[in-house]
């Protein structure tokens, strides 16, 4: 089973190649209710679980055991009937979650990581099963606990389905994901022989080393006007009310609708860019320290949500993605001689060499070093490297 791993800054995204996950959309029906009462329940487990958690560290001043936590959580949910709604295995899950949840604060706490805490049970999102309560009965349909519910089959479910998953939006609607274990999936190989370094700009989205230029479309922005008005609205209106919460959903479309049309562009951009070039050289941003500098516009062009479908793409058809250090000083760096300025300001979009005299585009001349210094990396070339690339 091959592990791909993408390390981008501060922050590591690990990939399974034989995992796929797969979302289809539930039918609506009047059944679903049991479904989000099952969801319910799930939140009240768990909120449960976490008053366990600070329980017994107030009295033994000691983690609570993931096992002993299941083991106590199985007697309350024999008298509990609301709470038999949510499969055992569903709750054995819920558990897992938080003692993972604790491990990570325990490794990380020195790093600003916070332990789980309570969660609205309405605002409670899904719940999962692995190997026993479910079971598929013809294409589209799927039998969880003793209800049929029909799901909108939009592609094959090929492989072994390790899990699935009941998920909840805020708008009400419910999904199924299967986790889906694909080992025949065969790699898509083709061959352009081109490399290309792109540089990610506030103005420009990407700009490529052989001069093209792709700008963002900005979705928030377009949208912020909308956003703005259903928000007023939503504020407007009696809090408990039927209007408030028709509000409420109108503007959790309209946040959708953004997030929707940018990850279709994202998925768009990168099988373009992937099918025109094998190697695709990247340079690794800070993107927290670029959140506090420009805020909502870093959220808008949401780089790092398109480096990570980037790099599933770019596995799935054979390429290559790499990334130089953040500290590699790619846009004070003349592209043509290897001069480096002592100091260059944001605000200089335009700069002459004093070296050989040739007028560097501050973006343009990123890109090339961006691909320069990725080529020696793989090594494809010989170019001076101030800092160590990593290659994924």
């Known amino acids: 089973m091959l592990i791909f791993l993408c390390r981008h800054n501060a922050i590591d995204f690990w990939y399974n190649v034989s995992m796929k996950t797969l979302k289809f959309k539930l039918y609506q029906h009047k059944r679903n209710r049991y479904l989000k009462r099952s969801i319910n329940a799930a939140g009240l487990i768990y909120n449960r679980c976490i008053a366990l958690h600070k329980r017994y560290y107030r009295m033994w001043g000691k983690h609570l055991n993931c096992s ?83 799901f909108w089959k939009s592609r094959e479910i090929e492989g072994k389905i390790k ?66 008005k259903a928000s007023r609205s939503h504020s407007k209106k009696v809090k408990g009310s039927a209007n408030r ?23 768009k951009l990168a099988n373009q860019l992937t099918d025109k070039l094998d190697v695709l050289c990247f340079e690794t941003l800070n993107l927290k320290g670029m959140q506090r500098l420009w805020g909502r516009k870093i959220s808008d062009l949401a780089f790092g949500e398109f480096l990570q479908i980037l790099a599933l793409v770019a596995k799935k058809k054979n390429k290559l993605v790499v990334f130089i250090n953040q500290w590699y000083p790619s846009s004070k760096t003349c592209s043509h001689c290897g001069h480096v300025l002592e100091k260059l300001d944001l ?36 170019v001076r490297q101030a800092m160590p690339a990593i290659a994924v």
């Open 347 to 382: 605000s200089v979009r335009e700069w002459r060499c004093q070296e050989c005299q040739s007028v560097n585009g501050r973006d343009e001349n990123a890109a090339c070093n961006i691909q320069m210094v990725g080529a020696s990396t793989i090594g494809l070339g010989d």
């Open 163 to 228: 899990t699935l998953t009941i998920k909840r939006t805020p708008l009400g609607e419910l999904f199924i994901v299967f986790v889906v274990d694909n080992e025949s999936e065969l790699e898509i190989k083709s061959t352009t022989g081109k490399i290309a370094g792109f540089d990610f700009g506030l103005k420009t989205f990407l700009t490529c080393s052989d001069g093209t230029v792709i700008d963002s479309p900005q979705f928030l922005k377009q949208s912020l006007d909308a956003i703005k």
């Open 68 to 150: 002993k936590l299941q083991a106590h959580i199985a007697k309350l949910r024999k008298r509990n009937p609301f709470w038999q709604s949510v499969g055992s295995q569903a709750v054995q899950d819920i558990c897992q979650r938080i003692e993972k949840a604790y491990q990570l604060f325990f490794k990380h706490n020195k790093k600003g990581v916070r332990p789980p805490g309570f969660k609205k049970v309405r605002k409670y999102k899904s719940f999962t099963l692995k190997q026993a309560g479910y079971k598929f009965l013809s294409s589209n349909r799927v039998k969880i606990g003793n209800r049929v519910y029909q």
């Open 245 to 267: 919460e028709r509000a409420r959903k109108n503007l959790v479309r309209k946040h959708e609708d953004v997030c929707n049309r940018r990850r279709d562009w994202f998925w």
